[in-house]
């Protein structure tokens, strides 16, 4: 903790020896004096102030990065490339979100740097009936006709990132965020921490396989824990995970070095023991009887709306779960559709690459599902995976969300800069990590209006872009209205590459394409 104050103590020291040399013995020490006072006030500088985090974990040597930032653009694009991680999502949108964030994007010179006639290139269409956006805070209601206390969630919130993964700083400065600016934060496996309600905001308490914050003695689920936690005011919803899409079919380890009595605390496990959550769910083991957990638990939150997430698997195990909600007459107030590409601080590469439905082809089935079961109309539907942008926002609702949930994005908003280090807590901007010095240097209250000004920005953003499409509002959208190039010069909306159900298709008269899975589907079994 005290190491770099004493470093740039230590500057400040020399600096004086050396202007008493220069005028004790050469005044040329005076060159060196104020080299090293200069040094000296460049470090001070950066340890007191808020606004940047890794100068504060790094002064002086913090500022090299951003000496890069300022080579534009064939250099800087050149260590962008370089970098493994930086994937054309992350170099297409990653100085944006930090730009929104800091409230200073604004239009950019020269046309666009995507190659048009790429295969799968994909474009909005907009109108010459292009109007002013007037929707610009859209709210989606959860809860179907089980629910007594539905609630208004926006269309970008922020997604499922466990206090453990990310700090408390980060945690506290997200939950900040969103109370400023109206939208919802999903807590993650990890439980409801102390950081999660500090600053107020409306919380998606996530239930996953280790029952973390409403769990017994063996790892199961307790309901007198959840009733307690889920009956606070500012939880306005519960989520239960059955899968991630960074790492599906897998439960997550917290290492017994990070499980901190806080923690420990937080996920009502024990101090410094390793927690490996299960791969599946312990409360149930059928449709039947995942849907009635769902029942017990919004009659335990007092009527609050309860959903799911999940990375699609298999259509036949989507199609199983609505048989299972039809079977009993309860259903989810709503899914959050997990993609495969979705990131994570620490998982196999193997599952992070290959297993899992992308978001694309999981959102659409889910939402094909729900029609065509005609669940639909009481089942909201989110989109989570690489959620940054307003024509991301646009395009998931083209697919069939309702909602969208971003991480990534939220993280660059608290100053995440990708240096890849989560899983190793030296994170350099006390976003991911455990340590209470590069944690404290995170401030939350800079941060909290970062991430307010990014999910404004994005909103606005989509607002607008549906108004520059002739629409009155986000429930106009469709399939059509979202265009995708399938071979050389030729596109096709959405609507004409993919298959869509109508309502209630699969109970009366199932497509052939659809017929194998739904008659394999049970209500019995996952399947």
């Known amino acids: 903790m005290l190491i770099r104050p004493l470093l740039v103590g230590a500057l400040w020291m020399l600096a004086a020896a050396a202007l008493a040399a220069a005028f004790t013995h050469r005044p040329a020490w005076v060159v060196a004096a104020v080299v090293l006072a200069g040094l000296a006030l460049l470090g001070t500088w950066d340890l007191v102030q808020k606004r940047h985090t890794i100068l504060r974990v790094y002064p002086i040597l913090g500022h090299v ?11 800087r694009q ?8 930086a994937t054309p999502f992350d170099r297409e949108t990653r100085d944006m979100v930090y730009e929104r964030a800091k409230g200073t994007k604004g239009d950019e010179p020269f046309g666009t740097e995507r190659d048009v006639n790429a295969l799968g290139y994909e474009f909005l269409r907009h109108s010459l009936r292009a109007r002013f956006a007037d929707e610009l805070d859209p709210r989606v209601r959860l809860g179907g006709p089980d629910c007594l206390k539905p609630y208004d969630i926006a269309v970008l919130n922020v997604s499922a990132m466990s206090f453990g993964a990310l700090s408390a700083n980060a945690i506290e400065a997200l939950n900040a965020g969103a109370y400023r600016g109206g939208f919802a934060h ?9 950081y999660h309600l500090r600053g107020g ?37 519960v989520s239960v995970k059955l899968s991630q899409g960074a790492k599906p079919g897998l439960g997550g380890v917290l290492p017994g070095a990070k499980v901190s009595p806080e923690i420990a605390a937080t996920r009502g496990v024990p101090v410094g023991r390793t927690v490996v959550s299960p791969p599946a769910h312990s409360a149930f083991s059928t449709p039947v009887e995942f849907a009635q957990f769902i029942g017990r638990l ?19 195990e989507f199609l199983s779960i609505c048989k299972g909600f039809l079977e009993t007459g309860i259903s989810a107030d709503f899914v959050i559709v997990d993609g495969g590409e979705g990131g994570t601080g620490a998982a196999p590469q193997e599952f992070e690459d290959h297993i899992g439905m992308p978001l694309t082809e999981g959102l659409m089935l889910v939402h094909n599902s729900l029609v065509g079961t005609g669940l639909r109309d ?92 002739g629409l009155a509002g986000f429930h106009e959208l469709s399939p059509a ?33 659809w017929l194998s899975d739904w008659i394999e589907a049970s209500a019995e079994e996952f399947r």
């Open 65 to 75: 990065r951003f000496l890069m930032e300022l080579i534009r653009p064939e250099i």
């Open 78 to 85: 050149y260590f962008i490339e370089s970098n493994t991680e």
């Open 186 to 194: 999903d807590t993650g496996e990890g439980g409801i921490s102390p």
């Open 201 to 237: 905001g409306d919380l998606i308490w996530e239930i996953g396989s280790g029952y973390f914050g409403c769990r017994d003695a063996d790892g199961r689920f307790d309901p007198v824990a959840f009733a307690d936690k889920a009956l606070l005011p500012t939880v306005k919803a």
């Open 298 to 316: 919004r009659e335990l939150s007092g009527g609050k709306p309860v959903g799911f997430k999940l990375c699609v698997g298999a259509r036949t």
């Open 378 to 469: 009481r089942i909201k539907v989110g989109a989570s995976g690489k959620v940054a942008s307003g024509v991301d926002i646009v395009s998931r609702i083209c697919q069939g969300a309702d909602f969208t949930m971003s991480a990534r994005a939220m993280m660059f908003a608290v100053g995440c800069i990708q240096a890849l280090k989560c899983n190793t807590n030296h994170c350099p901007t006390g976003v991911a990590t455990q340590d209470p010095v590069r944690a404290k240097a995170l401030d939350v209250a800079d941060k909290t209006v970062r991430v307010y000004n990014f999910q404004r920005a994005t909103v606005a953003s989509a607002a607008q872009i549906v108004a520059s499409m």
């Open 481 to 513: 209205m979202l265009n995708r190039r399938i071979e050389g010069q030729r596109t096709q909306t959405y609507a004409e590459i993919y298959d869509w159900l109508m309502p209630g298709e699969l109970l009366q008269d199932p497509p052939d394409s």
